[in-house]
């Protein structure tokens, strides 16, 4: 069983610092996912980079219900994403990290549950606490070990995508209580409640939201940011999953 999964967002095509055990192809009822596993001492840790090998699936079309069942088939208990986000806040530079706590879901168009039919055990799932209590303690806990700089708090807001935000838009989500803003991370964590799954997620501040700062937001910017922060980012999950396995 493999016990720890990792979804890469945009900018994290694949684990590089650990040895990849074995590729696999699942096939479930929803579709098709790419999983690597990667071994880090004695655990072991599933990889899907959301966007595929090469950021060919753009948000919308990204098969969230294939990718979370094939982690919850494989054992996958806890799952870390990363995410990369626009900034509502001038406060919040491009290179900060920031673990989510709350979502405002502002997607149009997607499947974000698994009952999507008759279903005499189908339910409402809880979401008063939507990413992993425990898994947001041992990130706090596991980036002061290692001296990574992270916001304890905030709260994300889905948009459907694949375009960027008017500066409108964005002055909307900043008056409802939104922090960051991304495309990827709703239906994700709704999914992995649905599963049972534990799921944070770290977000990585790629840009100011439009029109915050004069120009325009390129996806090339966004990856160049993000890269600055992978190895970082690496570490630390490496670092929650330890923890995980120490309790
Ligand atoms: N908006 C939406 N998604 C994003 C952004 C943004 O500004 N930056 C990175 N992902």
Known sequence: MVKFGII????????EGL?????????NEYGRTHVSVARYR?????????HGTSHSLPPHVINYRANIKAMKDIGVKYIMSTAAVGSLHMLLPPGELVLLSQFIDWTKGRISTFFDGEDPNFKHVDVTEPFSGLL???ALKAAESSGIHIHPYGTYVSTEGPRFETPAEINMMRMIGGDVVGM???PEVVLANEAGIDYATVAVVTNYGAGMLPGGIYHEEVEGIFASARQRLEELLIGIFNAVAKE
């Open 8 to 15: 890469g967002g945009t900018g994290f095509y694949k684990m």
């Open 19 to 27: 040895p990849v055990l074995e590729k696999k192809e699942i096939t």
């Open 42 to 50: 004695d655990l072991k840790i599933a990889f899907v980079p959301r």
């Open 136 to 138: 947001r303690k041992k």
């Open 184 to 186: 990827t991370v709703v």
